[in-house]
C-alpha cells in the first residue's frame, strides 16, 4: 500500500490502515527519537502516540489528503514528532 493509499483509507475511515500505518513506523520513530532526547520509555511513547493521533486529526479533517502528501508519509510523521519534541 502507497502512503497515497493509505491517507486515503484512513481519511475515508479504514482504522485498519491506521494500525498498518502505526505499527509500521512505530519502532524507527522511538529509535529517531530517543537519539535526540534523553526522556524514558514511556516519555517516548506518549510523544508517539500524540503524533499519530495529529497525523490522523489532519487527515481526517481533511488538511492532509493524499493529493497534498509531498513528502513521505513517514517524513510527514516523524516531522510532527519532532515539532512536539521541541514544544516539549
Known sequence: MTDAQ???E???GNNDAFTKMYNMYRTE?????????KGNNEE?????QDTC????????SRRLT???LTVSLKTY??????????DI
Open 6 to 8: 493509505i491517507v486515503h
Open 10 to 12: 484512513i481519511a475515508n
Open 29 to 37: 520513530f522511538e529509535s529517531y527519537i530517543r537519539k535526540r532526547y
Open 44 to 48: 517516548i511513547i506518549d510523544l508517539y
Open 53 to 60: 493521533v495529529a497525523l490522523w486529526s489532519n487527515i481526517t
Open 66 to 68: 493524499s493529493t497534498t
Open 77 to 86: 510523521l516523524f516531522t510532527i514528532g519532532h515539532n512536539k519534541l521541541v
